[in-house]
């Protein structure tokens, strides 16, 4: 695969913080890479040197084949920004704001700029309210429209800063909704920052945590879940548990560890290989006369993962 | 520099201004009231000067220095009759040059720091404009809505005064004359491109409107000091002295929009956001 945003060395100091500490990472075509991090960790800065807002203090950066440094214009055509702010101008209306904006970003031909506008706000439902002034709209509407202003030039990549920040939960799912369509059915290489676990675990292909503007760690979802978690576990409960079939659960080749809790009925057990452990362990029960209620995989969230890498670099 | 995207950027602005009453209203207003209540003043004088003695008492100086030419159109007129043409046609002349500037400061302020303080300039700054052509725009909607203000003063002061002066000098029209055309087509657009281009340049750099609009006042002073030259009878504003504030006041122009490109930093707006 082709990397389309290619950050080398990226730093960025501002006096005397560092705030960007020798970033490095690729972001491929069509991906959805996730910047994860805590307040202050270097998310909205590296996005602002990526989209040549700010320059770096070190380092260099590719977007699209073009370096930041060299030709800031051709990047800032290339790239759809959704900043920390939907940055609307709420004496305009929706339609006003996206006309600037796709006139802004070249788009204009009358006609072929009317349609993608008027795609984009029907995609958003938007289109009903396209001649309201923005200030009437909620937040959860603004900040749709900032998705929308974002993709009006139809870019090839997208960075968005906290697309769900401040929004309640309802208007949050829904806007993990969009992003979820648009990344399927748009094809766009996003770079997504977010300290909001959900919409990472439920968006990203992979993800880097980045913490005090250093890299922490960078894989997908279930790498850095398995990374925190050792071996694999599973969970078994049972309608009744006897000493027989823990010790046929303990016979199994697979089987590491097994932890018992009668007064639940549940066994909890650690295999060397999850997918050809499973089906052994659960026979030796049936086997064994237990009377199998669920059996699930033990995995700890992407939150935890979070949590624990953070914390380990604290 | 893509004049379609300064245009684009003023057409934007322009939108968000011609929708905010409180910014319109003294732009308009107080320009229109002083080009209409200056010359009904003048009209007024010689109804005020029955019995007062001279009434060229003050404007010694200002007549004196006036060209011979001027002057030999004066010898024919009465005191009240040179008293209302020196004071249409060269003491409130320099008010003109200062109606721009009071007309485009609140917008030129407003510029960067506005979108500063409103939060919208991040995703402005993001966008393939450059920097040209954005400080361009930026001054485009300072500088044409002042301009019309301007050339619509001068129009009703013009139509104003001819109207009340139209008995007192036997149905002569006295204005418009040389000077002021070139004073309001020439010396007013370039003053005000300076004065327009240095505050948008300010408004880049502070944190907000009021502190933009603060730093501005000080740029009224060259200005002032142009009015009370002529007030004083120090600068007779003459075609020659006009044209050659106009190649200067031109001159200043490039050099500020060059100074303001240059030093147009959208790292420094960004990281000095309200």
Redo the contacts between chains.
Sequence with gaps: MIPVVEANELTKTFDSHIAVDHLNFKVEEGEVFGLLGPNGAGKTTTIRMLACLISPSEGSAKVSGHKIDENPIAVRQTVGILTENPSLYERLTAQENMDFFAEAYNLSEPQEKAIRIRELLEFFDLWERRNDKVATFSKGMKQKLAIARALVHKPPILFLDEPTAGLDPESAKEVRDLMETLSQREKHTILLCTHHLEDAERLCKRVMIINKGKSVVVGTPDELRDRIAGKPKIQINLKKLDQKIAEAAKRVSHVEQVDVDKSASKLTIVLDDISSGTPEVVKSIVDAGGLILSVYTIRPSLEEAYLKMVKEKR | MRI??AM?VF??DW??IR??WQVILPILLVPLIISVFLPVILGLIPSFAVGQGSSLTGFETLIENLPSHVQEQLAGMTENQVMIYVMAVYFFAPFFLIIPLMASSVISSDSFAGEKE?????????????DGELFFGKMLVSFIPSMIVTIVSFAVYTAVFDITAYGLFNGMLLLPTIDWILLIFGLAPTVALASIGLTVMISAKVKGFREAQQISVILLIPVLALVFGQVTGAIIFGPLVILALIGLFGFIDFAVFRAAVKLFK??EI??KLA
Excluded: D, F, V, Y
Excluded at chain 2, 123 to 128: N, R, S, Y
């Design positions: 379609e995207k684009l057409k934007k939108r968000e929708r905010n409103r939060k919208t300039i991040e995703a402005l700054l993001a966008t393939p404009i450059s959208r790292e960004l990281t």
